[in-house]
């Protein structure tokens, strides 16, 4: 999978609040829920006033994040490298890079990596109750 702009992220710096944080020391973690998938943990709501996460998603070829909702959490996906697919009660969206997706709250949806995996930047906002 070519992932060179993904790269770029996963080792590129966060500047918030007057401070900057170097992204190459946040952690990839593996999902706790799904196998194979991997996050790294950008912009956090303790930077947001509790209203954005910013995250790096790796999903391991063939290997998907299962159907899920964020409650009250938009989301918006930017696909940066590999393929794969997002299913919604809508239909499908396939993704490749350069494809945006947005997932409006409380709607269930699930991504699926093709055969070169799929790398994707993952924002989610917050909605006023």
């Not at 993904?6 to 196998?35: I, Y």
């Not at 194979?36 to 998603?57: D, I």
């Not at 998907?64 to 009660?89: D, F, M, W």
């Amino acid at each position: 999978m070519k992932a060179d702009l993904f790269h770029c992220f996963a080792n590129g710096s966060l500047a918030a609040s007057g401070n900057q944080w170097a992204l190459a020391d946040a952690p990839w973690t593996e999902h706790k829920d799904f196998p194979g998938v991997f996050l790294k943990n950008l912009a956090g709501p303790e930077l947001t006033q509790g209203l954005l996460t910013c995250h790096l998603v790796r999903i391991e070829a063939l290997q998907k994040i299962g159907r899920h909702t964020h409650g009250q959490r938009l989301e918006l996906h930017e696909v940066v490298a590999g393929s794969g697919v997002c299913r919604t009660p809508e239909g499908e969206i396939a993704y490749a890079p350069g494809v945006m997706a947005v997932l409006p709250a409380n709607v269930p949806h699930e991504v699926r990596a093709g055969e070169q995996g799929l790398c994707l930047f993952a924002k989610l906002v917050t909605l006023p109750a």
